[in-house]
């Protein structure tokens, strides 16, 4: 495997970084998710736009511009002969001392890493997911804003970690007001009565998925709120999903022991997650020029 760092591509097991990086001591960086699909990236642009917009919020200055960032995941993916992929680009703070003072930190470090990647759920999408509705609360925006995507994921891992001793796929988080938050790892809807509901993103990741999704339901005319959620609206709801750059668009059948609809992927779930792969075939930016 052949990973970007500092504008070399190196092999795997040369590509370190200093144990004195900020990103490895406190969790002070940015990163993205993206996928890339029969060999173009899907939604590259507003992706790195997340990305800068997510530094700029905590005050990191990226050293390379969109577009070298742009072509540095390009050949990354290239120089891996990577047609269908997930990619990660890191930012961190880079190295300082073990103060938190960032400015100590002279200058930061730039990662780019792709994998080979399937569905992450595997036969799930078929079956659906299975919940619950963890103890711990998604970080509130006054504290660390959910819409940075940062290094520090300690908050999801928590709730993953309650999910794990639950023997379930996913956690819902809730904020500290009771409203439904998102996933650990993805943006969280429901359906009822033919209306597809989400919540809104300012306790919750601006998912670009969540977007994409947004957009599919519209252009088949179906009727969308943003509006807040609790437990009543998930128990009773007649489907629910999650979308994300790694789940991609995943059904729910059960949350917190109780079945959601008929207990199978519902109609409208099945239609937005074939829209969305066919949107990942026919979208993106090509990696092979």
């Not at 004195?20 to 507003?46: C, S």
């Not at 990619?87 to 002279?106: A, H, Y």
């Not at 991609?248 to 949350?255: L, T």
Request: net charge negative; hydrophobic share 40%.
């Amino acid at each position: 495997m052949i990973i970007y760092l500092d504008g070399r591509y190196v092999p795997e097991e040369e590509a370190k970084v200093s144990v004195f990086d900020h990103g490895l001591l406190y969790g002070d960086g940015v990163f993205e998710g993206i996928r890339a699909y029969n060999g173009k990236i899907f939604r590259l642009d507003e992706h790195l736009a997340r990305l800068y917009d997510s530094a700029k919020t905590i005050d990191l200055a990226i050293p390379i511009a969109k577009e070298e960032m742009a072509e540095a995941i390009k050949e990354t993916l290239r120089r891996n002969d990577l047609k269908d992929a997930y990619i990660r680009p890191i930012v961190t703070r880079g190295k300082g001392d073990l103060g938190l003072d960032p400015r100590k930190c002279e200058k930061p470090t730039v990662i780019v890493i792709a994998v080979t990647w399937g569905a992450m759920y595997g036969d799930l999408y078929e079956k659906g997911l299975r919940a619950i509705c963890v103890s711990v609360r998604r970080t509130p925006p006054e504290s660390m804003p959910p819409n940075v995507k940062s290094l520090n994921y300690l908050n999801n891992i928590l709730a993953k970690i309650e999910a794990n001793y639950q023997n379930v796929d996913e956690a819902i988080f809730f904020d500290v007001n009771g409203n439904v938050s998102e996933g650990s790892g993805d943006n969280i809807f429901i359906v009822k009565n033919g209306t597809v509901i989400t919540p809104p993103t300012l306790n919750n990741l601006r998912g670009i998925t969540r977007q994409v999704v947004l957009e599919i339901a519209q252009s088949m005319g179906i009727t969308l709120l943003e509006r807040n959620l609790g437990y009543f609206d998930l128990y009773s709801a007649d489907e629910v999903f999650v979308t994300g750059t790694a789940a991609e668009v995943a059904p729910i059948r059960e949350i917190d022991g109780r079945v959601i609809g008929n207990g199978r992927p519902g109609p409208i779930t099945r239609q937005l997650m074939a829209a969305f792969r066919s949107a990942t075939q026919k979208e993106g930016t090509p990696i092979f020029e």
